[in-house]
């Protein structure tokens, strides 16, 4: 007896276009999805950088090279040229304020200061001998008086006998008058006497002066002349180390012409390079610090140099504490120096988004990671470490920190 065979619905035959079909159209209608409204892309997380947004304490600061420097340095330069005719010390010598360091001669200042002595002793001899003139001139002058006073004296007796003569009518009239006359020229004679003792002794006074004065100007020229002279004789002006002394016996040196330095170095202090973007951000007192064998120390600016030069201004910065013992100078440190107090801040860590960003957006990680959105956000200020968030994050968000290149600008980073 036959049996009926029933065809069996579905075969392979069937299923294999029907699944085709479906795969051909969950495709298609996945890359619908992916390129419908936001933008997407797939992402690796392992080449992926996070960071947590936090709140902390944040400070503004920038690290600065600086090179350690004696606190105080001093040129020393030649006065006067000369010959070099002695050398006391050698280069790197530790000297004393005072101690000499070259001796140099100069014929030409050596004969200018003899000269002018000799000019002085010729003009005080002449102040002498003008002082004994005008001394003999006054005497005279008061010998004359007194010569005077004499005569007046016998004329006025001589008067006095005449008049009673006449009236008893034993002289003439003009014998009285004449020993009158010459009574009266005696007067007048003494009057004119003491406004020229007096006139005299005004012009004696002011002469003085004059000569006095005179060689007082001598007196300091041959002072400066042998300052001039001592200025051959190149000393130490402060305590310390001797740099930069090349010179050698026998040479010739020009005046004005820097010959080595002094170094104090009982203290140091430390010059550091600062980008002149922040030149209208560094003020004099400003703070800072630097590591050293362990410990750190605390510096403020005590001087600014404001020419800018390669792209960068320089400042000097003193130790307002305790000097490392061991730093020496011409050693190079990195330097905190601080643009702003400490302050509580919403952080994220800097990062390579913020060259593509400029720091306007982020992409923001949501709760279950498996995406990242872009976000709009503002950053104000910002150290080597972390941007301060003022708008657009909160904290505990996850924020994909590392570079954004390869990102193009996609709304939303599939996260795999």
């Not at 050398?87 to 101690?99: H, I, R, S, T």
């Not at 990671?369 to 941007?387: E, H, L, S, V």
């Amino acid at each position: 007896m036959d049996r009926k065979i029933e065809k069996k619905k579905w075969t392979w035959k069937r299923i294999l276009p029907i699944v085709l079909i479906t795969g051909v159209l969950g495709y298609l209608l996945f890359n619908l999805y992916q390129t419908s409204g936001t933008s997407r892309l797939n992402v690796e997380t392992d080449r992926l950088l996070f960071d947590t947004v936090h709140e902390g304490t944040f400070q503004e600061f920038i690290p600065v090279t600086g090179a350690v420097l004696p606190i105080k340095t001093v040129l020393i330069g030649a006065v006067e040229g000369g010959r070099v005719e002695n050398k006391f010390v050698e280069d790197g010598a530790f000297l004393k304020a005072g101690d000499r360091i070259l001796e140099l001669v100069n014929p030409d200042l050596q004969l200018n200061y003899l000269n002018q002595e000799a000019d002085i002793v010729a003009q005080i001899n002449q102040i002498r001998s003008n002082s004994l003139l005008m001394e003999q001139q006054s005497l005279n002058l008061k010998e004359t008086a007194l010569a005077v006073d004499f005569q007046l004296d016998l004329l006025s007796k001589r008067v006095a006998r005449n008049k009673s003569l006449h009236t008893d009518g034993v002289i003439a009239e003009v014998d009285f008058q004449e020993t009158e006359d010459e009574y009266e020229h005696q007067l007048r004679r003494k009057d004119l006497l003491k406004q020229t003792i007096v006139r005299d002794s005004l012009s004696t006074i002011l002469q003085q002066q004059q000569m006095e004065n005179s060689l007082d100007l001598m007196k300091r020229n041959l002072e400066i002349a042998r300052r001039s002279l001592d200025n051959l004789t190149i000393k130490a002006p402060i305590d310390g180390q001797l740099s930069g002394l090349t010179s050698e016996l026998g040479e010739l040196i020009l005046e004005g012409s820097q010959i080595a330095q002094i170094d104090d170095l009982s203290d140091f202090k430390i010059r550091v390079q600062v980008d002149e973007f922040y030149i209208s951000r560094v003020f004099v007192g400003q703070e800072g610090s630097f590591p050293f064998a362990g410990k750190t120390y605390n510096l403020t600016i005590q001087k600014i140099f404001p020419q800018v030069i390669n792209g960068s201004f320089a400042a000097d910065m003193i130790f307002s504490g305790e000097t490392p013992s061991g730093i020496k100078r011409g050693q190079t440190v990195s330097v905190k120096l601080e643009l702003s107090a400490q302050e509580k801040a919403l952080l994220v860590a800097r990062g390579g988004f913020y060259t593509t960003t400029g720091g306007n957006w982020v992409y923001v990680v949501d709760e279950g990671g498996a995406t990242a959105r872009k976000r709009d956000i503002r950053f104000q200020r910002q150290n080597p470490n972390y941007y301060e968030v003022v708008e657009g994050l909160q904290q505990g968000d996850v924020v994909i920190t590392s570079s954004y290149e390869n990102f193009g600008d996609k709304d939303e980073l599939i996260l795999k």
